[in-house]
């Protein structure tokens, strides 16, 4: 939501994408009076909606110049051997797949306009393994590997293609991961200052925002208190 806020503020036309109505109405509704709005609903791990959604938009907003593939998540926090399957598939297919489709989806136009953005938003834990992270890790390495790729394929089309890498940062990750516990994900975040969305959104907006010839290619971003997927300076207070 923070991205959506701050693009919508510097005028940007904007096409929000999820699966919950409810919530997307309610961004919508909160942005109208600043810039154009139009909504898309539907499930990442869906290959065929995401496909008849972006070639069903309304010709005022077909032409899409930025991409920005934010839908992740992380289930479970276990060690390997007492994983569950369904978190594993869940994390696989949002992650990884869910970019590739709409990715996918997405791409001809700007081919087609010899031009576009595409920004994947990934995580340090692309980065660095850590203790009971195993799949989401690797989900997240994935993401690594195929915006490496993207920009090596894409080279020469003008598309550029960028990954951000966010450390620690409090939004409903924690919560999700942890299915539902809102006690055990608050945790997460005490005792020190975690990045907070509006940092990412503002990364984004000047990754988009550099002159033709500039890409940002690959950024990792930690907060001042996280030195690494495990070492965080954690305080008493704030």
Known sequence: MAVAKLFAEQGYRLILCGRR????EKLKNQLISKTDVFILRFDVRDQKAVQKSIEGLPETFSNINIL???AGNAHGLDNFQEGNIDDWDAMLDINVKGLLYVTKAVLPGMLDRNSGHIINIGSTAAKEVYPKGNVYCASKAAVDAINQGLRIDLNGTGIKVGAIHPGLTQT????VRFKGDKERADKVYQGYQP???EDIAEIILFAVTRPKHVNIA???VMSIDQASSTIVNRK???
Do not use: A, C, G
């Open 21 to 24: 109505t409810e919530r997307l």
């Open 236 to 238: 008493q207070e704030i």
């Open 195 to 197: 990045l907070l969305p």
């Open 68 to 70: 920005i593939n934010n």
């Open 172 to 175: 409903e990750f924690s919560e």
């Open 218 to 220: 690959d950024l990792v």
